[in-house]
């Protein structure tokens, strides 16, 4: 089993719509999960970070962790085509090492 | 804001030579990263450094090897490059006084080996 897992998309969502983002994780014993945002051919840029579990939220963001089932899940409320990106989920493992998923490729259509 | 700088954004080696990548934060961060990020394989941790001095294998370390000095500049280094390193290689830096932990990339170096 992958350590971290995301669908690799790309997922396409009308301008205005809510995306919904989906992440799991194989280590119960993580503690701490990123959501990143990569630009083509840009670094990754941290979005947002939620340790607890429940739901987050940051503007138009909301992050949802969900630790019994292993689930991380970003939502981005009122799609911009500023949004198309490349969305990585990040975990971090039991020796404090962050893992990345593979990132799921966001489109949002005008 | 934290700045974390690459020193190359682009860079073209020819097979065998010695490549230094170099990573400069400035923001007193504890920990810095290197990770390679090739598609479909998303990203993948050579090596890190928790102080100066320091430094652990990551999952991918063959064909790689890192310095710290300083704690500021986290220099990785291909002993021999070979065409399978070409990649987009990217520093990151974190620390245990942030709130979040999260890592800050720099704007990576693309590396190509001919």
């Known amino acids: 089993?992958?350590?971290?897992?995301?669908?690799?998309?790309?997922?396409?969502?009308?301008?205005?719509?809510?995306?919904?983002?989906?992440?799991?994780?194989?280590?119960?014993?993580?503690?701490?999960?990123?959501?990143?945002?990569?630009?083509?051919?840009?670094?990754?840029?941290?979005?947002?970070?939620i340790y607890s579990n429940g739901d987050k939220e940051d503007g138009?963001?909301?992050?949802?962790?969900?630790k019994a089932s292993q689930y991380v899940s970003l939502l981005i409320r009122d799609s911009q085509?500023?949004?198309s990106a490349t969305y990585l989920c990040?975990?971090?493992?039991?020796?404090?090492?962050?893992?990345?998923?593979?990132?799921?490729?966001?489109?949002?259509?005008? | 804001d934290v700045k974390v700088t690459q020193s190359s954004r682009y860079l073209v080696k020819r097979t065998g030579e010695k490549v230094f990548l170099e990573c400069v934060q400035d923001m007193d961060h504890e920990n810095m990263f290197w990770y390679r990020q090739?598609?479909?394989?998303?990203?993948r941790l050579i090596y890190f450094s928790y102080d100066v001095k320091m430094k652990e294998k990551g999952d991918i370390p063959e064909g790689y090897s890192v310095s710290r000095e300083k704690k500021e500049r986290f220099s990785l280094i291909l002993e021999s490059a070979s065409t399978n390193q070409t990649s987009m290689y990217l520093c990151a830096s974190s620390s245990y006084g942030d709130d979040n932990y999260g890592y800050t990339f720099g704007s990576g170096t693309r590396l190509t080996v001919v």
């Open chain 1, 60 to 66: 138009r963001f909301t992050a949802q962790l969900n």
């Open chain 1, 90 to 110: 990040a975990v971090t493992r039991r020796d404090d090492k962050i893992i990345f998923g593979k990132g799921t490729r966001l489109h949002i259509l005008p």
């Open chain 1, 1 to 49: 089993q992958k350590e971290v897992e995301q669908n690799s998309g790309p997922l396409s969502v009308p301008e205005g719509a809510i995306a919904s983002l989906n992440c799991t994780y194989s280590d119960r014993g993580s503690q701490s999960f990123f959501w990143y945002r990569q630009y083509s051919g840009k670094s990754p840029e941290l979005i947002m970070f």
């Open chain 1, 81 to 83: 085509p500023s949004d």
């Open chain 2, 38 to 43: 090739d598609p479909g394989l998303g990203l």
